[in-house]
């Protein structure tokens, strides 16, 4: 069991040592890029990493307040879903009706990895293994898909 100290400090360590290892990856524009708080242009619009002792997850997260709004944005991403899996290389799950962990409606697009855990170093090669190509993938999908949203803006 760890402690919150611990567990604060593992998280941070591994998302600073993911985050040094993607730094000289450039975007799919040719950009530097901060992989780890990926900035979509949109509002409302999220790539998701997320990893915690049991399983890891990455996510195009939809979190707009207005069930209608955020409708609207996954309709479009059902349009682009031909597109999204072949970038990807596989097929993601579809989920749009979500919570998120403070009770928060959202649609989420999204793979999961498990078992693995977070806190055990040992993992960090699966979990990089595992985050790497899929946002590199997302990237490259939205440096074509993002001109499809904005009339959505």
């Given at each position: 069991m760890y402690s919150k100290a611990e567990i604060t400090q593992l998280r941070q360590a591994f998302w600073t040592t993911f985050g040094q290892y993607m730094a000289p990856?450039?975007?799919?524009?040719?950009?530097?890029?901060?992989?780890?708080?990926?900035?979509?242009?949109?509002?409302?619009?999220?790539?998701?990493?997320?990893?915690?002792?049991?399983?890891?997850?990455?996510?195009?997260?939809?979190?707009?307040?207005?069930?209608?709004?955020?409708?609207?944005?996954?309709e479009q991403f059902l349009e682009l879903r031909t597109l999204l899996h072949e970038t990807l290389g596989e097929e993601w799950t579809w989920d749009a009706q979500a919570t998120d962990a403070n009770g928060e409606e959202l649609s989420r697009i999204y793979t999961d990895l498990a078992p693995v855990n977070l806190f055990s170093r040992d993992d960090w090669p699966r979990l990089i293994s595992f985050f790497k190509p899929r946002i590199v993938a997302l990237d490259a999908f939205w440096a074509d898909a993002q001109w499809s949203f904005e009339a959505l803006k």
């Open positions: 990856v450039p975007s799919a524009e040719g950009d530097t890029t901060n992989w780890i708080n990926y900035k979509t242009g949109l509002k409302n619009v999220y790539f998701r990493m997320q990893a915690d002792k049991v399983r890891a997850s990455i996510a195009i997260e939809l979190t707009h307040p207005d069930a209608g709004i955020r409708e609207l944005f996954w």
